[in-house]
């Protein structure tokens, strides 16, 4: 059994992880929306994927590149992302694998 201190110090906030941390998205992977902190004014949705039972953020400048890039490739099965920058200045860059 461990100590108020020792609980304190091994304390982590939960986070979400993000799409990029992954090295290859099917592209059939299921997404959904999900709303934390809800009736608060702090109140946010996000679209969230489940790999390996760990959620992943997908970012919405992500579903857009990934439709242009099905447009010329219908049949794309898997993607990777990679994340470049931090807070606002985050930018994310979809690559179809093959």
Known sequence: MATLKE???DYKAPTMKNIADL???PTDVVIEER??????ED???????T?????????VSVLKSLKSIQEVKPNL????VQKAGDGM?????????E
């Open 51 to 59: 790999m390996n039972g760990e959620d992943y953020r997908v970012p």
């Open 89 to 97: 200045n985050t930018s994310y860059t979809v690559i179809p694998l």
């Open 35 to 40: 709303t934390f902190k809800e009736g608060t």
């Open 7 to 9: 609980a304190a110090n």
């Open 43 to 49: 109140q946010f949705t996000v679209n969230v994927i």
């Open 23 to 25: 090295e290859v998205i």
């Open 77 to 80: 099965k898997t993607v990777k």
